[in-house]
């Protein structure tokens, strides 16, 4: 892994977080359905309000006809790297509670929960991944059958790792900069 991607943090972050971040280049080698089974049920042990559980995950392994069907959904910035990736999967919220069909107001906030669950367990095991927003709902929408109480929130891209080389322009130049995040000044405040 690019040593410029590790994140430099002033407190003794765990490497887990410190070493995860969103890369373009994905090798050929294929992810195990296990391997995956293990990502998608490490999202589901994510905390949410109530323990509602508002969330989908909708998978498929390149190669097959749904990956063909999910890369179809991708933004024209995201398919020319995220074809290469082992495994897409369309993270699904569900807007309304089980019991009162009342809007269930966390739902977005419990699937980013069980996203960055996937990431890291994903990590854990050696494999990236690369959430994206550039797709169109809709088209996952339609392509799932999604009923009209749950709502395509995000995708995810997955695989394991590969050379920067691989990439072109802009791609390339993206993998080898250095991550960086607003400082703890600017985001973290102590009350009195
Ligand atoms: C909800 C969400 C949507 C994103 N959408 C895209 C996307 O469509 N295309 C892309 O290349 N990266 C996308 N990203 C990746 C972010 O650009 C990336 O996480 C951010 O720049 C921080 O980089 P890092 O993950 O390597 O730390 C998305 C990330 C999130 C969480």
Avoid at 52 to 75: M, V
Wanted: hydrophobic share 40%.
């Amino acid at each position: 892994m690019s040593p410029i991607k590790i994140a430099n943090t002033k407190n003794e972050v765990i490497d887990l977080i410190k070493n995860r971040w969103s890369p373009r280049s994905f090798s050929e080698k294929d992810l195990s359905l296990a391997t995956l089974e293990t990502i998608l049920e490490a999202g589901s042990w994510a905390p949410s309000a109530n323990n509602t559980q508002p969330w989908r995950f909708i998978y498929a392994l390149r190669g097959t006809p749904g990956f063909e069907k999910l890369l179809s959904t991708l933004s024209p910035g995201n398919i020319p790297w995220a074809k290469n990736a082992a495994a897409l999967i369309a993270t699904i919220g569900i807007r309304e509670l089980p019991d009162t069909q009342q809007k269930n107001h966390y739902y977005m906030h419990d699937v980013g929960m069980a996203s960055s669950f996937m990431l890291l367990q994903a990590l854990d095991m050696g494999v990236y991944g690369h959430m994206m927003a550039g797709y169109s709902k809709q088209h996952v929408t339609e392509l799932t059958g999604l009923p009209a109480n749950e709502e395509s929130v995000s995708m995810i891209a997955l695989g394991y790792i590969d050379s920067p080389e691989k990439l072109d322009e802009p791609y390339k130049t993206r993998e080898l900069t250095a991550r960086s995040r607003n400082p703890l000044s600017a985001i973290a405040a102590h009350l009195d």
